[in-house]
């Protein structure tokens, strides 16, 4: 299993400025995952963060954006760019295990105002 | 591409009813599938998972079979407790990948 920790676990922002995210695994994991859970949606893949290479997009979403880091195995962040209102959402971190489970992070819950 | 189709909510029930959470998908070959629980104020949770046809997965009373034939993998709860009150998703993922799809979510809200 992984336990993940998730910092901070909720912010209210002003729109124009930039929120990094943290996340801390306890074990060594290759590929960490960044979801994004828009009011009242589903998961969205925002990007899958390699230790040692950049981060691969998924469609719609873009580095400048949300930039992210992975210094190590255990270690990961995301920023949000340049904050507007529609980046109001839950923005989770997520690790797979063995290739056969997924484990989630508490959550990043964003308010932009 | 692949994707998973949930029961829209909101559920309400009473303790003790019966809860059916119906989850079907599109894909090719034999993806492996699963419920994920995400209570208020959480991250998700995984609740069971499935990995080949005719499968069941168990846990915490609630219970999913792997239906290739409907391409289907309902989740069920014979008696739902308050404690039961949260969003479902149902997800799935192929052996050759390392994303998730999933659903748009199940709430479910159970009344004492």
């Known amino acids: 299993s992984a336990v993940i920790s998730q910092k901070p676990s909720r912010d209210i922002c002003q729109r124009g400025t930039s929120l990094t995210i943290q996340c801390q695994v306890d074990?060594?994991?290759?590929?960490m995952f960044w979801y994004r859970q828009q009011p009242g949606q589903s998961l969205t893949l925002i990007a899958t963060?390699?230790?040692?290479?950049?981060?691969?997009?998924e469609s719609g979403f873009v580095i400048d954006k949300f930039p992210i880091s992975r210094p190590n195995l255990t270690f990961s962040t995301l920023t949000v760019s340049n904050m507007s209102p529609e980046d109001s959402s839950i923005y989770l971190c997520?690790?797979?295990?063995?290739?056969?489970?997924?484990?989630f992070g508490q959550g990043t819950r964003l308010t932009v105002v | 591409g692949d994707s998973v189709t949930q029961m829209e909510g909101p559920v309400t029930l009473s303790e003790e009813a019966f809860l059916t959470i119906n989850c079907t998908y599109t894909?090719?070959?034999?993806?492996?599938l699963f419920w994920y629980v995400q209570y208020p104020g959480e991250g998700l949770q995984l609740l069971l998972k499935?990995?080949?046809?005719?499968d069941k997965g168990s846990n915490k009373g609630f219970e999913a079979t792997y239906r290739k034939e409907t391409t289907s993998f309902h989740l069920e709860k014979g008696s739902v407790q308050v404690s039961d009150s949260a969003v479902y998703f149902c997800?799935?993922?192929?052996?050759?990948?390392?994303?998730?799809?999933f659903g748009a979510g199940t709430t479910v809200t159970v009344r004492a």
């Open positions: 997520s690790v797979e295990v063995q290739n056969t489970e997924a484990f």
């Open positions: 074990s060594q994991v290759t590929m």
């Open positions: 963060a390699n230790q040692g290479s950049e981060a691969t997009y």
């Open positions: 894909a090719t070959g034999y993806p492996s």
């Open positions: 499935a990995t080949k046809a005719d």
């Open positions: 997800a799935l993922k192929q052996s050759n990948d390392y994303k998730l799809s």
